[in-house]
């Protein structure tokens, strides 16, 4: 079975950088895309980048483009998101989905409802 464990997340001042993983196991992800949400308190979870794990294509939302990097770790079966110049609006529990595509070289969600597996979270905290 599919299982994705985030690790990574803290508290950092606005302006600094953290790493996030996702450790991605039970299959082989070749004709998957991987995404990275977010939820703030008491707001809906919020698309926030993914990578289509055949080419690394990335796509990200307009809140977090040229601020985070997402990319793949074929040797280590893990996807990372780097981020850099937080701000307190960063803050949320980051979680990893994983979305099963109907070809390799298929539409890469930005939907939620989309994807099949999730991990549990890692919790990032930006202080102003």
């Known amino acids: 079975q599919v299982q994705l464990v985030e690790s990574g997340g803290g508290l950092v001042q606005a302006g600094g950088s953290l790493r996030l993983s996702c450790a991605a196991s039970?299959?082989?992800?070749?004709?998957?895309?991987m995404g990275w949400f977010r939820q703030a308190p008491g707001k809906g979870r919020e698309f926030v980048a993914a990578?289509?794990?055949?080419?690394?294509?990335?796509y990200y939302s307009d809140s977090v483009e040229g601020r985070f990097t997402i990319s793949t770790d074929n040797a280590q079966n893990t996807v990372n998101l780097q981020m850099n110049s937080l701000k307190p609006e960063d803050t949320a529990v980051y979680y990893c989905?994983?979305?099963?595509?109907?070809?390799?070289?298929?539409?890469?969600?930005?939907?939620?409802?989309?994807?099949?597996?999730w991990g549990q979270g890692t919790q990032v905290t930006v202080s102003s």
């Open positions: 039970g299959r082989t992800f070749t004709n998957y895309a």
């Open positions: 989905a994983a979305d099963r595509l109907q070809w390799v070289l298929g539409t890469v969600a930005t939907d939620d409802r989309d994807y099949d597996y």
């Open positions: 990578i289509r794990w055949v080419d690394s294509a990335a």
